[in-house]
């Protein structure tokens, strides 16, 4: 027989929900769990006062005793360029072609000029400076205005095509697909990538050749190797800024190429400049 003193087994109480049949029991949390909930959240109000992340209208509020990540950093910054003055005051003085003669100066631009690099150039450049397309590669010896360190320098200074600075590299090939007829067009393509390599029609390259001097060859010359004082691209090498495939050279006649680089000359002190310009000129492409 059945003890009958012993309670039968209850559920606990339901909140009251239920939904297709089901029911939820209303189990309380711990005690334990809820004072750590409620120590995290009075932590957390702690932690953004003390170390507040989020900005205002006019800058960033400043945590306890006036703790600042900004002014830390800002702090760091100023005692690396008060470390590093008198060296930025030497390279900003030197003669250019004189600093890779100077151990201890061309060390220091080589190294500040990474830095450069890789935080203002790398984003087009590529980390490795290999370029991208539309973006020159900075390790081989194919330069349009230039592979000297003076040039390289004046180039990075004032930009290309920077309608900011009127010191800038400036060069715009016409748009020819508003000047030449489609088929000139063809021939010329089939010419320039006869340069170097195989046209795809070999019976319009006489043609283009014609084409070409008539149109061309005042700015990339009659042999096709370019003007680097007016930034006209070798045209008889294998190396492209947008690609030498037959089409892609079509789509370049056609609509010409306006490629656009800052003028860093305001955005970055001489040192500075100096410092990337040597770096650069020291990759391997440099002249």
């Known amino acids: 027989m059945a003890d009958q003193s012993k309670k039968p087994h209850q559920d606990p109480e339901t909140t009251g929900h239920e939904w297709d049949g089901i029911e939820e ?17 009075v932590w957390g109000i702690w932690y953004v006062i003390a170390y507040p992340a989020w900005p205002l209208v006019e800058g960033a509020p400043a945590g306890y005793k006036n703790w600042s990540t900004r002014a830390n950093i800002a702090a760091d910054i100023a005692a690396a360029e008060a470390a590093n003055a008198g060296m930025n005051t030497r390279l900003a003085s030197a003669e250019l072609t004189a600093i890779a003669d100077d151990a201890e100066l061309n060390g220091y631009a080589i190294s500040a000029g990474g830095a450069v690099f890789r935080t203002w150039c790398a984003q087009c450049h590529g980390s490795g400076a290999a370029g991208a397309k539309g973006y020159p590669n900075l390790l081989d010896n194919d330069w349009l205005w230039g592979g000297d360190i003076a040039a390289i320098h004046a180039t990075i200074s004032h930009g290309i095509r920077t309608e900011e600075d009127d010191d800038t590299r400036y060069s715009e090939m016409p748009v020819f697909g508003d000047i030449l007829e489609e088929e000139e067009i063809v021939q010329v393509a089939n010419y320039v990538v006869s340069l170097s390599g195989d046209a795809p029609d070999a019976t319009a390259v006489i043609a283009g050749e014609m084409v070409f001097m008539d149109n061309c060859a005042s700015c990339h010359m009659e ?20 690609g030498g495939d037959f089409e892609t050279v079509m789509q370049t006649i056609e609509g010409s190429r306006f490629g656009v680089m800052p003028a860093w000359n305001t955005r970055l002190s001489e040192a500075e400049i100096r410092a990337v310009s040597a770096y650069v000129h020291q990759l391997g492409g440099g002249e």
């Open 25 to 41: 029991f209303n189990n309380p949390l711990p005690r334990w769990w809820l004072w750590v909930f409620y120590a995290t959240i």
């Open 223 to 242: 042999d096709a190797r370019g003007d680097r004082e007016q930034g006209a691209p070798n045209l008889a090498d294998a190396i492209w800024l947008y």
